[in-house]
């Protein structure tokens, strides 16, 4: 399945199936039926899912029932998800149960709705691959956010990032050092970090 003009989907954004949340409210066993719905910062997110459960041995089927909007055509449609389990024993008794995406047929412990791809899906199905929030912050970002945790974990709320920490009173110094010396470090990072940047941007215009 795939996203036209090379826009890579977020992961974050997606409805995520765990099979583990599901297994915890008793929805991995042979007759279970209800509703799953999600949550964000304790708001309902819209959407609810029908499911039915049905385990014969070592494998089974879990089906979900939901309507798709088209992007297209903004119409809805009814959507039925058969999503096939397996499961593999364990060394010390019991069994491990797996879900197998829909397209691709890979086991996985989560599957994902993304907007506008019919079927959950394990991430590796969609293409471009689906980024973590972390990787699309920039090099920069993921620098000042390290600085800032060492600041945090030295309980410093006076000094910016334009300079060094500031020693807590009850910390050696020995120990303070190894975390300023830490942050010189990403400070020295940063500002080859702009430096790359400002090349890039000089030698692409041309001035």
Not at 111 to 133: D, G
Not at 138 to 164: H, N, P, V
Not at 181 to 192: F, M
């Amino acid at each position: 399945m795939s996203y036209f003009c090379g826009w890579r989907p977020h992961i974050e954004a997606a409805l995520e199936l765990d099979l583990a949340r599901l297994t915890g409210f008793g929805a991995l066993r042979d007759g279970a039926r209800g509703t799953l719905t999600w949550r964000r910062n304790d708001e309902d997110e819209g959407k609810s899912v029908g499911y039915a459960t049905d385990i014969e041995g070592e494998g089974g089927t879990l089906t979900l029932n939901y309507t798709e909007r088209n992007r297209d055509t903004v119409e809805c449609k009814a959507v039925e998800c058969r999503i096939r389990l397996s499961s593999l024993p364990l060394n010390y008794g019991g069994r491990r149960w797996y879900m197998h995406c829909p397209y691709t047929g890979r086991r996985a412990l989560k599957l994902h709705k993304f907007a506008s791809i019919e079927q959950f899906c394990h991430r590796t199905a969609v293409r471009p691959l689906p980024t973590y929030a972390i990787q699309r912050a920039s090099g920069s970002d993921r620098i000042m956010a390290q600085r800032w945790a060492i600041r945090r974990k030295l309980g410093d709320t006076i000094s910016d990032l334009c300079g060094e920490p500031v020693k807590p009173k009850w910390m050696r110094w020995a120990t303070f050092e190894r975390y300023a010396e830490r942050d010189a470090e990403l400070a020295a990072l940063d500002d080859a970090y702009f430096c790359r940047i400002i090349g890039w941007m000089t030698a692409k215009t041309g001035s």
